[in-house]
């Protein structure tokens, strides 16, 4: 019933940009949660960033200062802005819904940070 679909990933050299962006569509609550988690190889899943409904945020300590995270509610899109990328951001890039104590997730989107 919740569909998720990110774009934006790619490869980037050190210290470049990106954006990632996630539409979620169906039945989507008021009063939910979404963001980024990135997944590398040989480790778990991790936070990256949230966005409440309300515009709370909350960062993984490696991320802040050089991502931002924002989001349209009307349109149930979510935007991360990832600025001076290293190449330890490299990562599979999931877009997350939290809505109704569910959790949603997208397909996954790859970033590749390399000179």
């Known amino acids: 019933q919740v569909q998720l679909v990110e774009s934006g990933g790619g490869l980037v050299q050190p210290g470049g940009s990106l954006r990632l962006s996630c539409a979620a569509s169906?039945?989507?609550?008021?009063?939910?949660?979404m963001g980024w988690y990135r997944q590398a190889p040989g480790k778990q899943r991790e936070l990256v960033a949230t966005?409440?409904?309300?515009?709370?945020?909350n960062f993984a300590d490696s991320v802040k200062g050089r991502f931002t995270i924002s989001r349209v509610s009307a349109k149930n899109t979510v935007h991360l802005q990832m600025n001076s990328l290293k190449p330890e951001d490299t990562a599979v890039y999931y877009c997350?819904?939290?809505?109704?104590?569910?959790?949603?997730w997208g397909q996954g989107t790859q970033v590749t940070v390399s000179s």
């Open positions: 169906g039945s989507i609550f008021s009063g939910n949660r």
């Open positions: 966005i409440t409904s309300g515009g709370s945020t």
């Open positions: 997350h819904l939290y809505s109704r104590s569910r959790d949603y």
